[in-house]
């Protein structure tokens, strides 16, 4: 492949990035409404169950991962339906990158969206959660390779739903059971730090999963949205 | 260079009902032809099939003697595509919009000043899509016709919500293409205000 195609796929991948980027700036709630949810649901655990430290740190991990997968399992109908609904999916697939290029920069828009905001409040969940300093960056490793896989594969459940109204239970019934696993790896790594035992294995098997996804989500979505778009 | 678009037998089905049937017609440079019909009669689904989004049931279109089905990448780049729906984002200004598109499919960035400046948009180009009349947001659609230097145009309801103005500058881009070898197919429930078409499609 010559220079000038690698810019030009380049400039594509950037488009699509900056302008999914740009709009979830100008419609924070889009932004806001999940990460609220997981933070109001979150922070409202400690006040319904016995909150002495034992109890907090034992339940704190899964809690903290269901409720990270639930809040984004909100925001993933939006991910290709409103580019249906408004005819920019149409231009999308016509222009003359490739399609699966396209999807994987809307969801690495979608992660910053989504996934990044959970990390970056996630200290503060933890502190709640009376977690130790070096619990919360296992916890943080663990939100950083389970929600970049969610988004993956979440990407696959939104596609496939393009042409339905009112998708939002039919995507979670789909990709719900492939979230699974992030949501045992990433529960029971923090969980087992806790413990005192190792958790790089839980780590290795998170990275592993999203690279996976990164493998054949951008494919699976793309043909599902030029199938979805007639 | 000479270009030619040839449509065989197109059929499309809406469940058990023929939505058009058996349609065939060439198309060569400098040719407009026509499509009306009533509403719901398969004319944005026609457009759509030909621009190759859909895949038709039964069927088949060649762009210069080679079946789109086998070649969508080198037919996607000669053509132009103007849905009915505009394709722009509603929180984007137009000027966004039109950057993003050309980034997208390669346009050249120099190309939107012209575009905004020949469909009058630049005074309204950073105001958010959404809040652009009906007849604005149809010509900040209709820019992409400036911003890409394709031989084929397939045009949906293109001067719906136009106003005169809008509406000559509109016959002007469309009888400049056809005058430089362009082809177009042009879906209209106005087939009257486009006296310099080669035929028209009735579809019922």
Redesign the interface.
């Known amino acids: 492949m010559n220079k000038s195609n690698n810019t030009s796929l380049l400039s594509g991948f950037n488009a699509m990035f900056r302008r999914d980027c740009l709009q979830y700036i100008k419609n924070p709630s889009q932004l806001l409404n999940p990460l609220i949810f997981f933070v109001m649901i979150t922070a409202a655990f400690p006040f319904a169950v016995d909150s002495s430290k034992l109890q907090l740190t034992q339940i704190g991990p899964g809690i903290i991962w269901i409720m990270a997968i639930l809040s984004y399992l909100l925001t993933l109908q939006h991910l290709y339906l409103d580019d249906a609904d408004d005819g920019c999916l149409d231009y999308i697939i016509l222009s003359p990158q490739p399609l699966p290029l396209l999807v994987l920069a809307k969801i690495c828009a979608h992660w910053i969206s989504s996934g990044l905001p959970l990390i970056i409040i996630s200290p503060i969940i933890g502190i709640i959660y009376q977690m130790q300093v070096d619990t919360i960056l296992v916890m943080i490793a663990t939100l950083f390779f389970g929600t970049f896989a969610l988004s993956l594969i979440g990407s696959i459940g939104a596609s496939l739903t393009i042409s339905i109204n009112n998708s939002n239970i039919l995507v979670s019934l789909l990709v719900l059971p492939i979230m699974i696993p992030i949501l045992i790896f990433g529960a029971r790594t923090i969980g087992l730090y806790q413990a005192g035992t190792t958790t790089i294995s839980g780590l290795y098997f998170m990275s592993a999963y999203c690279m996976f996804a990164l493998s054949f989500s951008p494919f699976a979505s793309a043909a599902a949205l030029k199938i979805g778009s007639e | 260079m000479s270009n030619q678009l040839a449509i065989n037998n197109l059929t499309l089905f809406r469940g058990a009902k023929y939505l058009f049937k058996d349609i065939s017609f060439v198309l060569s440079s400098g040719d407009l032809i026509l499509i009306t019909g009533p509403n719901g009669s398969g004319k944005t689904t026609m457009l759509?099939t030909i621009?190759?989004?859909?895949?038709p049931e039964i069927g088949d279109i060649s762009w210069d003697q080679k079946s789109i089905s086998n070649n969508r990448?080198t037919y996607?780049?000669n053509?132009s595509?103007i849905?009915h729906?505009?394709?722009?984002?509603?929180?984007?200004s137009i000027i966004?919009n039109l950057?993003?598109?050309a980034?997208?499919?390669?346009y050249c960035l120099d190309k939107i000043d012209e575009a905004l400046d020949k469909l009058s948009l630049q005074p309204i180009k950073d105001i958010?899509f959404k809040h652009l009349s009906a007849g604005q947001k149809r010509r900040a659609s209709l820019t992409r016709l400036i911003l890409k230097d394709s031989a084929l145009w397939l045009l949906d309801e293109p001067t719906s919500n136009l106003d005169t103005n809008a509406h000559n500058i509109f016959k002007e881009l469309l009888n400049e293409h056809i005058y430089n070898n362009g082809l177009c197919v042009l879906a209209t429930h106005h087939p009257d205000a486009f006296d310099e078409c080669k035929s028209i499609i009735e579809l019922t």
């Open positions: 759509r621009a190759g989004l859909l895949e990448q996607h780049k053509i595509f849905s729906i505009h394709g722009l984002k509603d929180s984007l966004e950057r993003f598109e980034n997208l499919h390669n958010p």
